[in-house]
């Protein structure tokens, strides 16, 4: 295990961010296969399904994997103090309003029909949507849950054993679905129900491993809840994370409502291509999640300057990610396309989604800066800057989709993916060296 509050060496950070990369490769590689097996056996319309729920997947994103995620950061700060009490406590209450939340999840897969009508899923399609959509409002509150045990193991300094699990939940994802697909010849739903049987399975897992480690029993037995102040505290980490994040995934809502409107072809060239790009900025998401661990703590603990090292080292090792992916690209994502598109794609689905995948990886420096850059800025408690950014994402997402596209069509959907990450990522940039800035002078 490593401790973030200590310089760590090349070997020392290899060893932490190796698993991370391999699980969330592993963990995106689900998408591209579950559209390409919906493709394969069942028919574009059902990939056009996935792509139309999309947005849904984002809003859960934004109200559990945020939420938990915002739960974490308090806790690593809480680490970096190093106040027993206050972790305890800290870990209880993120427990607990874990809990509350994946009740509320169930309730809300009962009422699939006015999420597919506020996603303007086209009426031919809601049919096949309707059970799909409801897998994937029951599995919320597991993603929720599952997502908060992998970052206290992690914040602990242990990363293997949620890569080892991660792994295998995709791989059980894989051959649930070619099972349902194509043993049991479900629908498009089948996607989605093996996600959350999946998602449910690794719950259990990290359940157990957790419980084993150096911050299981001990910090959960007597089990409290925590108390009123800490609550507060989890509350505002996370909502802050949520609003983030849910204003940006509205934006996403509203573009894709846009994109929706398209042919069937197109959408599914634009989804197969989405799918892809989660998988290619995986690498990078494995370093914003170590910058986030590292300033928490760090902050903490009181050590600015150990927090800005870190900081910047990650952003340092991530550029070296984006120009390999530039060069990469060009080879690469015409052979992948149609790779998972299948040899039936029609040409309108692979330019789709070949030009959209080639603009992006020209765009991901400016992602880099607002990964990184808004994870410390959470940890350092600047819980507002990260709503500005949310803000930010979303602004450029609307002017997509309600000026750009009407005028332009499919291609203002490719070159806004420059913009929606250029403008917050240099003014997350710009808000982290003010902060650190300001602790600097605080701290002469």
Not at 38 to 45: D, H, I, K, T, Y
Not at 139 to 146: D, E, T
Not at 232 to 244: C, Q, R
């Amino acid at each position: 295990m490593v401790r973030f509050t200590e310089k760590l060496s090349e070997r020392e950070l290899a060893r932490f961010l190796f698993p991370l990369m391999l699980s969330s490769i592993f963990q995106q590689l689900y998408a591209p296969v579950g559209a390409a097996a919906a493709g394969r056996f069942l028919n574009q319309e059902a990939v056009a399904v996935i792509g139309a729920c999309s947005a849904w997947d984002l809003i859960l994103d934004a109200l559990f994997i945020s939420m938990t995620t915002g739960f974490a950061i308090s806790i690593n700060r809480a680490a970096g103090m190093g106040k027993e009490k206050r972790l305890r406590e800290t870990v209880q209450g993120a427990v607990l309003l874990s809990a509350i939340m994946a009740a509320g999840s169930f309730l809300l897969a009962l009422f699939p029909d006015p999420f597919m009508e506020l996603a303007n899923i086209p009426l031919q399609m809601r049919d096949n949507s309707r059970e799909y959509l409801r897998f994937l409002l029951l599995g919320g509150g597991f993603q929720g849950l599952q997502n908060l045990l992998i970052c206290l193991i992690q914040g602990s300094g242990e990363s293997r054993f949620p890569a080892i699990v991660t792994v295998g939940a995709v791989i059980a994802q894989t051959g649930l679905s070619l099972v349902m697909l194509g043993q049991l010849h479900m629908g498009v739903e089948g996607v989605s129900l093996a996600v959350l049987l999946s998602q449910a399975g690794s719950v259990m897992l990290l359940s157990a491993y957790y419980l084993k480690g150096r911050w299981g029993i001990p910090l959960l037995i007597p089990f409290k809840g925590g108390n009123p102040s800490i609550w507060k505290g989890l509350v505002a980490s996370g909502t802050a994370k949520v609003l983030m994040t849910f204003l940006a995934n509205a934006g996403t809502f509203v573009l894709q409502r846009e994109i929706n409107q398209f042919p069937v072809d197109t959408i599914a060239g634009y989804t197969y291509a989405n799918s892809l790009m989660n998988l290619f900025t995986q690498p990078l998401s494995a370093y914003a999640i170590a910058a986030n661990i590292m300033s928490a703590q760090n902050v903490g603990r009181g050590d600015w300057s150990m927090a800005d090292a870190c900081n910047r080292r990650m952003m340092l090792h991530s550029m070296v990610w984006c120009a390999l992916y530039a060069g990469a690209a060009p080879a690469a994502v015409p052979v992948l396309l149609r790779l998972i598109a299948g040899d039936g794609a029609s040409a309108q689905l692979l330019e789709a989604g070949m030009i959209w995948l080639l603009v992006v990886p020209f765009s991901y420096p400016f992602l880099v800066c607002l990964m990184i850059c808004r994870n410390a800025l959470q940890g350092m408690g600047r819980y507002l800057s990260l709503i500005l950014l949310g803000f930010l994402e979303m602004a450029v997402k609307c002017v997509t989709a309600w000026v750009l596209i009407p005028v332009m069509g499919y291609r203002a959907v490719c070159m806004s993916t420059f913009f929606i990450w250029a403008i917050p990522g240099l003014t997350g940039l710009w808000l982290y060296l003010r902060r650190m800035k300001e602790a600097k002078r605080g701290a002469e």
